[in-house]
């Protein structure tokens, strides 16, 4: 099948098994959308919808936010995943947004990437979510999913993933099409075990048809390179290798949660 083909064949699906998709996030301003994205690198929106109403009944504004120390604000989130590095970065951009950007979130990728912890995902996820912009941020949901159906071939990082998405989806669907890719990877097309049952794409998926002709070694393997949430930190270590890895993690949202030391420690300490 040509791949305008498939693409045409995917949008058509979505278009009608989920006509409303939208973030997961709770949120009330731009700002507090920000807060949440960040939040949410390496963590379930869950969870982090779980710690953010009180954090945003403290700080509600990027103003009170700057006002409050990486303490204050760690005491907030202690039970999200790498609260010492969020911390600090909710701190810093806080105070960043109220010093250079007059308390406003800005509209524009290279200025809200300046935003210490905002990598080009959260920068894709705002620009997508808030502004409605033409903008793909691809998690790991993104990420495997478009590599299972085949809206992508070989495709080694999130970057490369963004680039051929956007090539085919058409402009004014990319935010819709960004949360048709990550529901779908969150609630059927699951990392260890893809409910395809219950998936109306199964005509068109490659995962799916390698499966169904026997290709069992192959199928295998993609399960384990993009399974439970351990292999999927090593797929994303083998799609640019170990550096690299390091440096897709703060890409994928968080600028510097691929500071292994602090990893370590916070691990331990998150535990
Ligand atoms: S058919 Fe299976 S592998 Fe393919 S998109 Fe659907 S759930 Fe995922």
Redesign the pocket.
Known sequence: MRKSELYRRVIEYFEQAMPVAETELHYGSPFQLLVAVVLSAQCTDKRVNMVTPALFAAYPTAEAMAQASEEDIFSYIHSVSYPNNKSHHLAGLSRMLVEEFGGEVPDDRDQLQRLPGVGRKTANVVEAVYFDRPAMPVDTHVFR?AN??GLTINSKTPLQTERELVKYIPEQLLPKAHHWLIL?GRY??QARK???GE?G??EV?C??RRQETGDKKTGDKEIRRIGGKETEDKEIRRTGGKETGDKETRRMGDKETGDKETRRKEVKGAV
């Open positions: 999913v299972r159906i779908h059927v097309c893809p409910k395809c998936c794409l199964t998926c995962f799916f």
